[in-house]
């Protein structure tokens, strides 16, 4: 790279430089520009988010006892990763047999080499979803399965903000405001929701919720930002064979949290089976479900995407728990719920899409013509050399080739 230019090392051809903001605008103009296929695939990844996001917490309820887990949270999340790792082997194996004669072997173990060198950034996320796991269902024993549902919505906030400081993603100001109506919305439902006179790991249970809200913001929304980062910027690759580095990395940090249980609570912790019900069984086939339904939000949507889609499932979520276990919907609930859904309709109304700066505009295509014109120059002052030599040569200013 010299200059602002991008130069082959092969063909030694030379391209302009593309600055944070051009990729950032192309990216815009990709999602504008998006075809009818690719839209039907967002619907159902939206509609399939709703269902298992909104199941997610109801099953994490009903899998307690008297208010208490009988099983080790860590086994549940070491045995959801097994479950996508199993998935991701068997859609491998599916795909390696329906290649086309003359592409590269999926399962050759030079592509897997290659590929788990190429994708090794995947162990950050997978390392940041295995705490969000264990906190999933520690934010049980503070709020009822809705609120829950309505805290993790503060991701779409904190995702925002790192999207636009690490990948130069623009936001209008509309869909600024989209995102403030949103928190409004979580702040309407949050009021008076935590349960009175109880007490947790010797802390206040107020103090305590809002320590683990903020790590339960946090953690997951930079797993999802470097989560999508690590996806696309190895498009070409396999999204099984990235599920498979990913979920194994996922197992493994799962596996050595078994293991410090194991060393503070005795052997007898070490059977990852006990305590389940059919109840966790559903949740972890949901929980694997839900895995892999977000990895193909990452790759072929958008993170942003993705959290809007599971505050739809709060309505689910809301309904559902107050049918099965007599939680009431509140007015800030319904308040709540509606001010969310507004902030939905702003965020991605035609209204709100980022237009394009003509200032920026013109001094980038001001850039450019300065690299033209620097070529130009060079190439003028190889004519003028070329002119100069030839009038040299007409006017008889060089040695004879041949003696008089």
Known sequence: MKNGMIECSVCHSKLVSPTTRAVSRAYDQHRSKISSKHRALNVFLVVGDCILVGLQPILVFMSKVDGKFEFSPVSVNFLTE??????????????????????????????????????????????????????????????????????????????????????????????????????????????????????ALGVPVAMGAYVYTLIFVTVPSMASVYNEYALKSQFDTSIYLQNLFLYGYGAIFNFLGILGTVIVKGPSSFDILHGHSKATLFLICNNAAQGILSSFFFKYADTILKKYSSTVATIFTGIASAALFGHTLTINFILGISIVF???????????????????????????????????????????????????????????????
């Open 82 to 199: 097994a479950a996508k790792v199993v998935f991701a082997v068997v859609m491998l194996l599916f795909q390696a047999r329906h290649q086309k004669v003359g592409e590269k072997s999926l399962l050759s173990p030079s592509t897997l080499v290659q590929a788990a060198r190429n994708n090794v950034l995947l162990a950050v996320p997978a390392f940041l979803y295995a705490i969000n796991n264990y906190l999933k269902f520690t934010m049980q024993l503070y709020f009822n399965p809705a609120t829950v549902k309505m805290l993790s919505n503060l991701k779409v906030l904190v995702i925002a903000l790192l999207l636009k400081i690490i990948m130069r993603r623009r936001f209008s100001i509309i869909q600024w405001e989209a995102l403030a109506l949103l928190l409004i919305g979580i702040s309407v439902n949050q009021l008076r929701s935590l349960p009175e006179g109880t007490t």
């Open 342 to 404: 507004i902030s939905m309709h702003q965020f991605f109304s035609p209204l709100a899409k980022v237009k394009d700066e003509p200032q920026i505009e013109k001094l980038e295509m001001m850039g450019q013509n300065n690299h033209r014109s620097n070529d130009s120059s060079f190439i003028d002052m190889a004519a003028g050399a070329t002119e100069d030599a030839s009038h040299r040569v007409g006017t008889g200013d060089r040695e004879p080739l041949l003696p008089k």
